[in-house]
């Protein structure tokens, strides 16, 4: 099993759309969670930390579940400009500083 | 201004060649890791550091070697016994403690075997 799994995608929306993306991780000892975005053939870039609170930024809106050890994204009111890879990233702390990867989920948002 | 410095952006390589990847950040970040990207797919851990003189291997460190012999730089070696070397290669780093400890991205380097 992956440490980090995401549905791959992709998703094609139209502008205006709610899309919420998924992100299970199997160590339960991890202890930061991130969704980062990543433009074609560009670094990925924090998009927003996610707390056990739940968090919102703007349209963006992300949750965590430390029992069922899932992750959500919600996007509301698509853009364009959102079109782009979602990763899902969880950081094992505590002894080693390990930073790992889901595989991405990619978001497509037509006209 | 801060940030994590990747050079070069394009590499070329001959086969069986070695090759080194630098990474230099001004962040004052403890950990720094290296990933590797094939298209269409996620990243993937190489070695990842969290003092100097020390590091970890990660999930795909065979081929690959790596030094830390400054907090700021964390070079990666990509050796001839890497049969498969062509690549977008991310470097990043990221506090060790506090609430934030997301990473910074360099802007990556393409290696390309010719």
């Known amino acids: 099993r992956k440490e980090v799994e995401q549905d791959p995608g992709p998703f094609n929306v139209p502008e205006g759309a709610t899309v919420a993306f998924n992100c299970t991780y199997s160590n339960s000892a991890s202890q930061s969670f991130f969704w980062y975005r990543q433009d074609c053939r560009k670094e990925p870039k924090l998009l927003m930390s996610v707390y056990s609170s739940g968090n919102e930024d703007g349209r963006f809106t992300a949750q965590l579940n430390r029992a069922s050890q899932y992750i959500s994204l919600l996007i509301r009111d698509s853009k364009l400009s959102d079109s782009a890879t979602y990763l899902c990233?969880?950081?094992?702390?505590?002894?080693?500083?390990?930073?790992?990867f889901g595989a991405g989920t990619r978001l497509a948002v037509h006209p | 201004d801060g940030g994590i410095t990747q050079s070069p952006k394009y590499l070329f390589r001959k086969e069986g060649q070695n090759v080194t990847l630098s990474c230099e950040q001004n962040?004052?970040?403890?950990?720094m890791y290296w990933y590797r990207q094939d298209p269409g797919q996620g990243l993937r851990l190489i070695y990842y550091s969290q003092i100097v003189n020390d590091f970890q291997k990660g999930d795909i460190a065979e081929g690959y070697s790596v030094s830390r012999e400054k907090k700021e730089s964390f070079p990666l070696t990509v050796t001839s016994a890497q049969k498969n070397p062509t690549a977008f290669y991310l470097c990043?780093?990221?506090?060790?403690?506090?609430?934030?400890?997301?990473?910074?991205f360099g802007q990556g380097t393409r290696l390309t075997v010719v």
């Open positions: 990233v969880v950081n094992l702390l505590g002894g080693y500083n390990k930073l790992i």
């Open positions: 962040l004052n970040h403890d950990a």
């Open positions: 990043a780093s990221s506090p060790l403690q506090g609430r934030n400890t997301e990473a910074f």
